[in-house]
């Protein structure tokens, strides 16, 4: 069984494993604050590797992504407590493996089996009177009118998410009704009974700025921009509804809320489109804009203990903090990415790796004083790397690695 108690000094002193699709990110945080981790992840990128023990399942056990793939890479290795990132959180069933003999640093895979279930959390959100589309699964009546979302049940990063065209549903899928508004996503940690709201970001969704396409998921901004008294209603509405889930299915550690932002009789309204319940892409950003550590604060959890920290209600922020994931908008092969770091780049890719066209690239990070110039140095910054990667290159031979497009979720 896992053990879910532990000191302050076992993250220091004893390897904590933490494992997922793309660990680079919340890596860095750990690493930022002193902790000794491992990770694994699938790609293993450069800026990771050299930053913490790393190990890839492409580049180490030459193994493709699946979530037993990681179980059983992970049984190489010794540690001794384990957290987990996408797309672990579908698969409760290998995070209990993970977590045996060990410290979970996670939420149980109680808690995931039933946030993670979609006629669960509708039929919480209906009784909890949390705003949520209307949701349909493949054994239920067709909608006859309105316009739906086709989706993964088991999602993540918006891949395989479509307007549905009326065609039946198989077991995989299910209908979501679409709700026009903003893309956003809040973050939390959370004892499982108490939950501290960490940030508000703009989800950047589709953006053929980036290369990106469709629904899927190319970065954020945080703050979410809002005029003052909707900022203030929204706050006050997310940390109303993240207490709600936190209390019914004993969430722990770091969160995530995804959420279509609408207005109805010019009142904001968070539709909960998604629980995320581990740590979340946005999340490097609100780190970044508050000056918080997230991984200390998803470790303290563990301890019984929240940060004493309130999101300002105030919406004067000092600045506002992008990440933008650039898709290769035709197959490449990388250069060379040593000075990539000082460019503020992150998830950055071996020299000679072969990255496939509309497959992300790497990770750019931005801020401004405004939204829109936060936005715009993005794409600035996006258009340097295309223009550094995207250029005529010769065949560099057939043994580079290929970085593969994987339907679980981008891993960025």
């Known amino acids: ?13 004893e390897p904590t494993l933490i494992v997922g699709l793309s660990t680079r990110a919340i890596a860095e945080s750990a690493a930022k604050g002193g902790c000794h981790v491992i990770t694994l992840d699938y790609f293993g990128d450069r800026d990771q ?8 399942l492409m580049r180490d056990f030459q193994l493709g992504f699946s979530a037993e793939a990681l179980l059983q890479a992970s049984r190489q290795l010794q540690f001794n407590a384990v957290a987990y990132v996408s797309s672990l959180e579908n698969h409760p069933d290998v995070v209990e493996e993970l977590a045996k003999g060990h410290l979970l640093l996670g939420n149980t895979p109680e808690s995931l089996r039933e946030v993670r279930h979609w006629p669960t959390l509708r039929s919480f959100c209906r009784a909890a009177g949390i705003p949520f589309p209307a949701t349909v699964l493949y054994n239920e009546a067709p909608p006859e009118r309105g316009r739906w979302l086709c989706k993964p049940v088991k999602s993540g ?11 039946p549903l198989d077991q995989d899928h299910l209908l979501q009704e679409y709700i026009p508004g ?37 970065g954020n901004i945080v703050p ?3 005029p003052p008294g909707d900022w203030r209603v929204l706050v006050d509405a997310l ?31 968070p539709y909960l489109v998604e629980v995320n319940p581990r740590y979340t892409g946005s999340m490097e950003l609100v780190e970044w804009a508050y000056g918080l550590s997230i991984f ?16 300002p209600r105030d919406v004067g922020q000092p600045a506002f903090h992008g990440k933008g994931i650039v898709y290769a908008t035709r197959d490449v092969v990388m250069p060379e990415t040593a000075a990539w770091r000082a460019k503020d780049r992150r998830d950055i890719p071996c020299p000679e790796e072969k990255i496939g066209a509309h497959h992300p690239i790497c990770t750019v990070l931005a801020q401004g004083t405004s939204r829109d110039q936060c936005w715009h140095s993005l794409l600035a910054a996006a258009e340097l790397v ?11 031979g057939k043994d580079a690695n290929v970085r593969i497009h994987l339907d679980h979720g981008t891993h960025r």
């Open 1 to 13: 069984m896992p053990r879910m108690s532990g000191s302050d000094d076992a993250c220091k002193d």
């Open 49 to 56: 590797k050299e930053l913490v023990q790393n190990y890839s």
């Open 157 to 167: 990063g918006g891949h395989g998410i479509s307007f549905w065209l009326g065609k």
């Open 182 to 218: 903003t893309h956003a996503s809040a973050a939390f940690v959370a004892n499982g009974r108490d939950c501290v709201l960490l940030g508000v970001a703009e989800q950047l969704i589709g953006r053929e700025q980036l290369g990106a396409r469709r629904f899927t998921w190319c």
């Open 224 to 226: 979410l921009t809002l």
């Open 239 to 269: 940390e109303g509804m993240a207490v709600k889930l936190t209390r019914h299915f004993g969430l722990r550690g770091v969160n995530g809320l995804d959420f279509v932002l609408a207005h109805h009789q010019g009142r904001p309204i």
């Open 296 to 311: 200390d604060l998803h470790r303290r959890s563990f301890m019984e203990e929240l940060p004493d920290f309130s999101l």
């Open 386 to 396: 295309w223009r550094e990667v995207e250029k005529p290159t010769p065949n560099r």
